[in-house]
């Protein structure tokens, strides 16, 4: 599959916030269905006594949104969350999914209120990262 066109710049992001990359891509192969994922990636959480050494698991799906048209891009990547979603409560509960967008496209489409009523309808997870500094930006969920 494809690399999208900003997954190294998303990845050095996620290690510069402290994560460390376990899958890239996840691959998975559930119930007859078999994909990738764009990142697995891991944090171990340490400031809390109760949780100490406990590690934070989440998968993420990269997505740059640079279509012709944004809700058919929109359409296609809430499908995908969607499905993976589905299928990674079969076999990586423990794990969070989230949906990586870049700055820019966070602040001028999913700030939209439809859009942000999809997203919290949906469940989606969001992850904002600036794709030039190659740092995150905001974990909304």
Do not use: C
């Not at 949104?65 to 944004?70: N, T």
């Amino acid at each position: 599959m494809a690399k999208d066109l900003f997954h190294d710049s998303f990845r050095k992001a996620l290690e510069k916030d402290g994560w460390t990359i376990t899958h890239d891509p996840f691959p998975f192969r559930i119930l007859g269905v078999e994909g990738e994922i764009d990142l697995g990636a891991e944090k171990i959480i340490a400031a809390e006594r109760e949780n100490a050494g406990k590690k934070t698991r989440i998968l993420v799906e990269i997505k740059s949104f640079i279509g012709s048209s944004f809700m058919r891009d929109f359409h296609v990547a809430v499908g995908q969350y969607t499905n993976y979603k589905v299928f990674m409560s079969v076999t990586e509960k423990e794990r969070q999914l989230y949906l990586a967008v870049t700055n820019a496209v966070f602040e001028k489409r999913f700030r939209i209120p439809g859009i942000q009523l999809v997203l919290k309808t949906t469940g989606i997870k969001v992850v904002v990262f600036d794709e030039i500094a190659e740092t995150i930006v905001l974990w909304e969920n």
